[in-house]
């Protein structure tokens, strides 16, 4: 593995925006569908900045993952199956990210920030025995996605995450939950004339440009004073 490791990395989004993490569901695959979404962050981590391509053996996936060998070969066969990653042919151990442009139709994905050592610390203390931590990474995919670069976070309504990635409403919070506790995501309440109540929430990866909050951009920053919000996601 590299030893040092970007900020960021730019991950295909086009798979998201079409309504792809509907296909991540715990009645489905358990657990093998939570280990998938921990692979895709972390080849993802990996990858070529140019090509998308990532070389990583199953010992380095698990260590990086805190997966078993049983668990990467589920979670890989699913992310080959859905088509959102694909065997190279002439490498032993490579991938190569699916539809991945460095030129468009991508988001930021943390990386640095996240890691201990050679490992993602928060998926150390993942169980692999819940459908929120499958929930929760759901959300974490979506919210990169969805990320407004101007505010730098996520202003999306439980209806629409529902929409878009599947987590019924009363799992939301529990999910949200595991991202607060794993110091993955952070949820700021903010002033909206678009929302009743006028109490909105928007969500922002951690360890990504981090100098861009609430704190330094204004608790009174508003989508109404000119911010653009794809898809009108209140």
């Known amino acids: ?120 610390r928060a998926f150390t203390e993942f169980r692999l025995r819940s459908r929120a931590e499958l929930d929760a990474l759901k959300l974490y995919f979506l919210f990169a996605a969805r990320r407004n670069r101007a505010m730098n976070m996520a202003p999306i309504s439980y209806e629409k995450i529902t929409e878009h990635c599947g987590v019924a409403n009363d799992r939301i919070r529990p999910a949200l939950n595991i991202l607060a506790v794993n110091d993955l995501v952070h949820t700021e309440r903010f002033t909206s004339t678009r929302v009743e109540g006028g109490i909105a929430h928007a969500y922002r990866l951690t360890h990504l440009d981090g100098n861009r909050h609430l704190g330094t951009i204004g608790r009174d920053s508003d989508f109404d004073l000119g911010l653009q919000v794809e898809d009108a996601t209140y």
């Open 1 to 120: 593995m590299k030893a040092k490791r970007p900020v960021f990395v730019k991950l295909p989004v086009r798979w998201i925006d079409a309504g792809g993490l509907k296909a991540f569901k715990w009645q489905q695959g358990g657990s093998d569908e939570t280990a998938a979404l921990m692979l895709l962050a972390v080849l993802a981590h990996h990858m070529d900045p140019d090509d998308g391509s990532v070389k990583l053996t199953y010992d380095q996936l698990c260590q990086a993952a805190d997966l078993s060998r049983a668990k990467v070969a589920g979670g890989l066969s699913i992310l080959e199956t859905r088509g959102l990653i694909e065997k190279i042919a002439s490498q032993r151990s490579g991938y190569r990210l699916a539809d991945y442009n460095p030129l468009a139709n991508w988001a930021k994905l943390p990386v640095s920030g996240i890691y201990l050592g050679d490992r993602v």
